[in-house]
Structure formats: structure tokens, C-alpha cells
């Protein structure tokens, strides 16, 4: 299995851990919420669907032909399969969400890990930003050496052009700082709760994203990080 094909699966199960989906409206949250599939094709998603039903982490069923409960069904139109996540696939997404090896952290990966954050706990979620600024630190060390040595025979545009590269990275690394530091000190990035009180920061699938004040945070999507 592929590194991407892996990504997707996780995506996947994952989504559908929260509910019940169809392939139009896996295919609408996966290119909307995990940019990291900004451009993937039905052909790419349908195959991944089989592979998870086969191996027993999702079940298909049968669904409205229409998105509109109200709405009479076409004779001869086909109902929608609706895709729902097993105990066994359950299992397996959260099995993945413990994982964190070194292919958590590059760049794809990470984007699709990171969007599933509120599900994992605090300890891994370290882990997972940790290692990506390590990662992303060995880059940009990398970055720098290539450009003292390259220096003198760029010309400005291309010159100018990696500096941008290495401030994008600079830019995650702070951004993963705040991160990191936010969880160390336990900050719940959730907020008050409807009643006013603030929400359980000691719970494991809650964490430290702190609150900016400008724009800045890079989309971990980011091709400018690759």
C-alpha cells in the first residue's frame, strides 16, 4: 500500500468515525476539511472504500437516493451506498491514531493527523508535534547550508524565491512552538463550554491550541513547506 493510498484510508475512517457518510459527501469533507486532498478523483476514493470494506472496517448500506429527505425517488435512480465505520474498523482508526512513527511526520501525513487531533490523546499529540519540529528544524538547517553555499550564483529572483521557502518553515516551526507549548501547559483549546465554565483541559482528546492574534498559522497542507 502506498504512503498517499495509507493517508487516505486513515482520512477516511476517521470521517466516517464521526458519522455515516455516502462517497459524494466523503469526497466534499475530505477535499474541504483535510486539504491535503484538495485534488483526488472518485476513481481514487471508490477503490479505497472497497479495500475497507473487504478487509472489514466498513459496511456499506443502502441510502436515500436524494440528499432531500422530502424528496419522492426517480423510478430507475439507483440509492446512494451509505458507508458506515465497524467496531472492528473503529478499532483499527484508533490503532493508527497511536501510531507515531517517522512517517508522521512529513507533510501529508501530518496535515491528515492533525486534523484528527481532537480525537487523539494528549501524549501522542506531543509526540506527533514534536517529531514534526524536528523534522521541519533538520529542513530548514538543510535550507540554510544549500543557500550559503548557492548564494553568490543566484540570481535575485531565485534567491528571493528560497527565502520565501525558509520562511514558510520558519513560520510552522513558531507555529508548532505555540502548539507545543500550549499542551505542555495543559490549555484547553476548546474553550468555555455553553454554560460559561471552562471545558475539561485533562481530558485526553482535548489539547493546547493557542488562541492568535493574527493570521499567521500555516495550513499544515502548506506545498510551501514541502
Known amino acids: 500500500m502506498s504512503r498517499r493510498s495509507g493517508i487516505l484510508e486513515f482520512a477516511v475512517l476517521g470521517l466516517l468515525r ?33 479495500t475497507l470494506v473487504a478487509n472489514g472496517w466498513l459496511i456499506e448500506e443502502s441510502g436515500s437516493a436524494s440528499d432531500d429527505a422530502g424528496a419522492v425517488p426517480l423510478a430507475g435512480r439507483r440509492a446512494k451506498i451509505v458507508y458506515r465505520l465497524t467496531p472492528e474498523g473503529k478499532e483499527h482508526f ?6 507515531t512513527g517517522p512517517d508522521v511526520y512529513e507533510d501529508e501525513h501530518f496535515a491528515a493527523r492533525f486534523a484528527f487531533f481532537g480525537q487523539t490523546s494528549r501524549d501522542v499529540r506531543m509526540r506527533v508535534l514534536e517529531g514534526r519540529r524536528s523534522r521541519l528544524e533538520e529542513r ?33 516551526v513558531r507555529w508548532l512552538n505555540e502548539l507545543i507549548e500550549s499542551e505542555r501547559a495543559g490549555r484547553d483549546l476548546r474553550g468555555p463550554t455553553a454554560d460559561g465554565s471552562a471545558s475539561d483541559s485533562t481530558s ?23
Do not use: I, W
Open 18 to 50: 464521526e458519522s455515516p457518510m455516502h462517497g459524494y459527501e466523503l469526497r466534499k469533507r475530505l477535499n474541504t476539511s483535510l486539504g491535503v486532498f484538495r485534488a483526488f478523483s472518485y476513481g481514487t476514493l471508490y477503490p479505497c472504500l472497497k
Open 94 to 99: 484508533e490503532e493508527l491514531l497511536s501510531q
Open 140 to 172: 530548514l538547517e538543510k535550507m540554510r547550508a544549500s543557500l550559503a553555499r548557492t548564494r553568490e550564483r543566484l540570481d535575485d529572483y531565485t534567491l528571493e524565491l528560497q527565502r520565501h521557502g525558509m520562511e514558510s518553515v520558519e513560520r510552522e
Open 204 to 226: 485526553g482528546a482535548t489539547g493546547g491550541l493557542p488562541r492568535h492574534r493574527d493570521s499567521t498559522r500555516p495550513d499544515p497542507s502548506d506545498d510551501t513547506t514541502t
